[in-house]
């Protein structure tokens, strides 16, 4: 069901300027020769950064190899030579920073502990204080289980969930969607940095970077009917998340091709690989692509036949909310290998 | 979910002496505690607790970490209506959305969960709100009016109305909203220790919580307290049987009379509703039908016509029905209040199509809050907002001309 915005004038001049200032800021646009091609100018750079040697001999994942594939995400992404110069395109100092991670898999399967620790290390090298970044998803018992240290107090880097700060009282409403916001997103973050897995998902086809902002929402069990769509799209655009969301860095160390969201071992693997972009709609589009690949590896018919293709892209790609670009053809993608 | 607010107009009572035993103990609606003192202190008074150790909502509050400090399994039972699937999945059966839910998943309602195939209730005993009412708040007219009826709900619902007025309880999920445990049979006891004839399920929606309100339901009977409820009637066949038949008394919200609007405004579908009210018309429980008029989202003539007709045609002309007014609330706050002439128009039009009971809801001092005999046209009960102000029913008949009055008229 489609509801227009509820939102006065002001308020609609307000998201319109913060859209506006996103998409001029998005480094990751490219305005390349693609018009000489017959395609539109505007293009989205996604990064594929892979090592295989990531993990070390007890198959956890390799702290310093991780914080170097990192550096080399950011690098290509960015188009810059030094990890310095990348993350001071995205946070400036005196900012408050959140990491959005996935926390929802336990320990088997949400993102990896050691990313979030290596994006901290960059973000202060970038001049940002620990104590104003914050590693958060819905609940804090759930960062435990997954393996985050939780930290509620003092100068360290901050990790906790929302039900320890809670909702605002007041409903965020954009199309179908009115939801109370993670007070962590309203009231500590003046930049967001998405930080999701790659997961099938049994209703919206697959859950990536823009599903992991049903994270920041009080009620995401009301915007699963129809393959989550429009009410991914919808959510993405509620101006509290547009305005901060710069970044989304999905943890592809182990991925998940069939029987999402749930963590189920038989049906993951492990591409030990890191995806990137400043284009959301884009990431989504090759982390769909990654997961339609594996299927057909393994036997398993492409998310189309089994009526679960994420609809909801092209939602979030059409004119009404312009988060990001769904067409292939427009999307840049870089893979880059450490090995 | 219910038009009938859960929290009280006038808040500023709460925590200031508003359980004096005079005010508490003449449960007009004025002096209510707000939703979680009640229950805390009522809780907290335990079984050997008078209305005077209730007086001191200080030496209640110091009792509440105790009520914060309960553990989740407390609220946790298992589901009763869902099937297993295979890979750790079930497919609940409660509702006619029949969601398909995956291990460590929740179903739209949010307060069920699935662990490992099998399914849960997460709200059994989980009240987060409760207060002693008028029935007529329920809107209950034909029911034992006048008394008082304990209502309370708890966190959660299986539709999303865009004007929901609880939209802070029934679109929430039950640990983000403070609760107390209050067991069956504890509730039974606050009844009877209140004067109330009955429990009401209300507030939020009660389908969510049905393994709670059977086993409430159940207690309450071995007490001596009757059991009613206030519901979307958006529930499958045979929970329906199996919970409301438990009910003494049903009222159904029935939000329009148009299949888009159940899809757009309701987030749900007409048909089971209707199939629901038909069903509980068969099972002879007492049945009574509220229809909110929302300014041009179903307000229309034809539909007016259309649902009264239903009404006459498949549950008779005594079914009593209350338009009741719209107040701009949660996500239809661009919508004004129904004007009160939308009103009369809708009461007009059914009684035109011989519908003997119809009322108008929440514009207090309305003449049609008042139930009149439809033979001779004299007023029976006169009702005044939430107060009867005056019964003249007596061994349900009208006094003046002997007509049989449907309902349940005494305790
Ligand atoms: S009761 Fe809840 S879980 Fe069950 S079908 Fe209805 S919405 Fe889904």
Redesign the interface.
Same mark, same amino acid.
């Given at each position: 069901m489609r509801q227009e915005p509820i939102t006065g004038r002001r308020r609609f001049l307000k998201n319109c300027l913060a859209s506006a200032v996103a998409v001029a800021a998005g480094d990751g646009i490219s305005h390349s020769a693609a018009g000489a091609q017959n395609l539109p100018l505007i293009r989205s750079r996604v990064v594929i950064a892979q090592d295989p040697q990531l993990r070390g001999s007890d198959s956890t994942v390799d702290s310093q190899r991780m914080l170097s594939l990192l550096d080399r995400t950011m690098e290509t992404l960015l188009r810059v030579s030094r990890p310095d110069e990348a993350w001071k395109k995205i946070v400036r100092p005196g900012q408050m920073v959140g990491l959005k991670v996935n926390a929802l898999g336990g320990r088997g399967f949400s993102g990896s502990p050691r990313l979030a620790e290596a994006i901290c290390e960059r973000l202060q090298q970038a001049g940002i204080r620990a104590a104003d970044i914050v590693i958060w998803d819905r609940d804090t018992d759930e960062l435990e289980r997954a393996g985050f240290h939780v930290c509620i107090a003092g100068n360290r880097v901050q990790c906790f969930g929302t039900d320890r700060m809670g909702y605002e009282d007041d409903l965020a409403t954009w199309g179908s969607v009115g939801s109370r916001l993670s007070k962590i997103l309203t009231q500590r973050c003046d930049v967001l940095i998405n930080v999701p897995v790659l997961k099938d998902h049994d209703g919206a086809g697959v859950t990536i970077a823009l599903k992991n902002m049903y994270g920041t929402i009080h009620n995401p069990n009301k915007y699963h009917p129809n393959g989550c769509d429009p009410y991914i799209a919808d959510v993405n655009m509620l101006p509290e998340i547009r305005s901060r969301m710069r970044l989304s860095i999905c943890d592809a160390t182990t991925a998940c091709y069939e029987g999402g969201p749930a963590y189920k071992p038989q049906y993951s693997w492990q591409p030990n690989a890191l995806l990137a972009s400043q284009d959301p709609v884009a990431l989504d589009t090759t982390g769909w692509q990654m997961i339609e690949r594996k299927r057909a590896e393994e036997g398993l018919k492409a998310l189309e036949a089994e009526e679960r293709a994420p609809r909801y892209l092209a939602t979030a790609a059409d004119p009404q909310h312009r988060l990001g670009i769904n067409d292939p053809q427009r999307i840049e993608r870089v893979e880059t290998d450490l090995a | 979910m219910s038009r009938e607010h859960y929290l009280q107009p006038d808040s500023s009572l709460a925590g200031a002496g508003f359980l004096d035993s005079e005010r508490f103990a003449s449960a007009g609606t004025s002096c209510l505690p707000d939703r979680r003192s009640f229950l805390r202190c009522a809780l907290c008074a335990g079984a050997a607790g008078t209305i005077s150790t209730m007086a001191h909502p200080l030496d209640a509050m110091s009792l509440s970490p105790a009520a914060q400090n309960q553990d989740d399994s407390q609220f946790t039972v298992e589901a009763r209506f869902y099937q297993k699937l295979p #890979? /750790?999945r079930i497919k609940c059966k409660l509702c006619p959305r029949e969601c398909?839910v995956?291990? /460590?998943? /929740? =179903? %739209?309602? =949010?307060v069920r969960e699935n662990r490992g195939g099998t399914y849960y209730t997460l709200v059994h005993s989980r009240v987060c709100a409760a207060h002693i009412d008028p029935i007529e708040k329920k809107p209950f007219f034909h029911y034992l009016p006048g008394t008082l009826a304990l209502s309370l709900a708890t966190a959660g619902c299986n539709v #999303?109305c865009?004007f929901c007025q609880n939209w802070d309880i029934s679109?929430?999920?039950p640990?983000?909203v403070p609760a107390d445990y209050a067991p069956p049979q504890r509730v039974a006891q606050l009844a009877t220790q209140y004067s109330c004839p009955t429990i009401a399920y209300t507030y939020s929606e009660p389908v969510i919580f049905i393994e709670y309100l059977m086993d409430t339901a159940d207690a309450g009977h071995a007490a001596g307290i009757r059991s009613i409820v206030v519901s979307n009637g958006y529930i499958q066949d045979e929970a329906l049987r199996a919970a409301y038949g438990k009910m003494d008394a049903v009222k159904i919200d029935l939000k329009s009379f148009s299949e888009s609007y159940y /899809?757009?405004?309701v987030?749900g579908q007409l048909k089971p509703v209707l199939d629901s009210i038909v069903t509980l018309h068969k099972t002879g429980k007492w049945l009574e039908i509220v229809y909110l008029v929302v300014p041009t989202l179903n307000d229309g003539d034809a539909e007016f016509r259309g649902l009264a007709q239903w009404v006459r045609n498949n549950v008779g002309a005594d079914v009593p029905l209350h338009f009741s007014q719209f107040h701009p609330e %949660?996500?239809l706050?661009?919508l004004p209040i129904t004007p009160v002439p939308t009103l009369e128009r809708a009461k007009q039009i059914a009684d035109a199509e011989g519908l003997h009971y119809v009322y108008i809801g929440n514009v207090p001092g309305h003449p049609a809050e008042s139930t009149y005999c439809p033979k001779c046209g004299h007023i029976l009960v006169q009702r005044m907002g939430l107060e009867v102000t005056q019964m003249l029913i007596r061994k349900g008949t009208c006094p003046y001309c002997g007509q049989l009055i449907p309902g349940v008229w005494h305790v």
């Open positions: - | #890979n /750790r398909s995956g291990d /460590r998943e /929740r =179903g %739209y309602c =949010g #999303n865009k679109q929430v999920r640990e983000q /899809r757009q405004v987030c %949660y996500l706050k661009n």
